[in-house]
């Protein structure tokens, strides 16, 4: 590792804040046959740690610690349960520095965006904390005299999570949080490339009071632990981010023991910036919206949509921007862009760009693989791109932005509109009553008007299409993770 990464590791290491087993049932677990897998700094390629590759076998034990701890944490109060949530937010927040080391470690974004991450996660638990005691019920007027009609709201049992690589913490936290304050327990399972995080805000949930067995961590063979969660009849909720393809595959297998299924899948985020747009606000957002985490959040300006007044000047300017951003070490100073997670991106993103080029696109900007080699990429910038091309019709998941040009508005919102995926889409405009016309025009879960970063844990987060169901986050994401039971209660004259 660099100098800077050996130390961070050594010190986290030394501390006890590096896991390597799983967590069942507030136990440090390894996997039963002994096998682990290796998990690596993706700026470096170096080793930071062997992690127990864990399987069916532990995911069901996983799943009976859930279902134990769940019949006593249903019970408590929303105040005692809001009690233990606080804390665990106190914690995370206490220990933001050493889990933003630990995410740039095993995920490579930059430590400013990882602690970043670190308060933003936190603050789905704080929100949760609170929403905890605002789980309301219902009394109907009665149709017969002698009868009293209420709706309670209960906890729907063992959740199972299944959570991405590119936010170790908060795809975690904004599942988790309102599951247990609901009264739910979990079974996480994160992404092999990223697990560290994940054991470490187990560790920190056990220090809060939160009980063993209400939250559990596996970690290893993907398709055997996501079969477990799929068969097991006690599992009653899968919550998903990812892929679309595996959502699929996720909603299908859920549909054999009937599990409510929360999806946040893919997206093909347009950005439309207007002709009467203000250029530096425009530049600004879509800067955000595009290249933050290199590129790799579901979230990310995909296609950027410019009016052809404007576009050649809105490129030049765009282009000079992403030329100047800094690449590097998560733990360089001034870098505001790490490396893509795996060479696997590398190869995807490579071959989006030459299938654009061989098309008919322009390099304004980057266009190749970073000097810095490893899975370092230069931040990328490509004109006359036309709908055909793959930078249009799927997601890239890297630092690419393509520009295509329209004309009239309505051209603009056929063009966003024109995808199966419906999660975030962004527009930037000096008229309210256009930004009000397209917002509600656009099919997406998520608008953002003047602004490229828009996610807030007090505002439903999900998409529409193929892009997913449900919502995270906010007052409607306590939903998922309630049943509705209706009491009708009779002879009461």
Known sequence: MSTDAQSVAARLNSSGFIKSQGFIGG???????????????????????????????????AIASAQDAFISWNKLTAAERSKCLRKWFDLLMAHKEELGQLMTLEQGKPLKEAIGEVSYGANFVEFYAEEAK?????????????????????????????????????????????????????????????????????????QAGIPPGAVNVVMGNASEIGDAL????????????????????????????????????????????????????????????????????????????VQ?????????????????????????????????????????????????????????????????????????????????????????????????????????????NDTNAGLAAYIFTTNIQRSWRVSEALEYGLVGVNEGLISTEVAPFGGVKQSGLGREGSKYGMDEYLETKYICLGNMS
């Open 27 to 61: 136990k440090w677990t390894d996997a039963y046959d002994g096998k682990t897998f290796e998990v690596y700094n993706p700026a470096t390629g170096d080793l930071i740690t062997n992690v127990s590759c864990m399987g069916g076998r532990e995911t069901n034990d």
């Open 134 to 206: 605002r789980v309301y019920g219902d009394i109907i007027p009665a149709t017969l005299p002698d009868r009293r009609l209420f709706v309670i709201k209960q906890p729907v049992g063992v959740v199972g999570a299944i959570t991405p690589w590119n936010f170790p913490l908060a795809m975690i936290t904004r599942k988790v949080a309102p599951a247990l304050a609901s009264g739910c327990t979990v079974v996480i399972k994160p992404s092999e490339f990223t697990p560290l995080t994940a054991l470490a805000a187990a560790d920190l949930s056990i």
């Open 230 to 305: 799929l068969a097991s009849r006690q599992v009653r909720k899968i919550t998903f981010t990812g892929s679309t393809a595996v959502g699929k595959k996720l909603m299908a297998g859920a549909a054999e023991t009937v599990k409510k299924v929360s999806l946040e899948l893919g997206g093909n985020a347009p950005c439309i910036i207007f002709d009467d747009a203000d250029i530096d606000v425009a530049l600004k957002g879509t800067l955000a919206a595009k290249f933050r985490n290199s590129g790799q959040t579901c979230v990310c300006a995909n296609r950027i949509l």
């Open 308 to 416: 052809e007044a404007i576009y050649d000047k809105f490129a030049k300017a765009f282009s000079k921007a992403v030329e100047s951003m800094e690449v590097g070490n998560g733990f360089g100073e001034g870098v505001v862009q790490g490396p893509l997670i795996n060479d696997a991106a590398v190869l995807k993103v490579e071959s989006f760009v030459q299938d654009a080029v061989s098309k008919g696109a322009k390099i304004l900007a980057g266009g190749k693989r970073h000097s810095l080699g490893m899975t370092f990429y230069e931040p990328t910038v490509i004109t006359d791109v036309k709908s055909e091309m793959l930078l249009s019709r799927e997601e890239v998941f890297g630092p690419v932005a393509p520009l295509l040009k329209f004309k009239t508005e309505e051209e603009a919102i056929h063009m966003a």
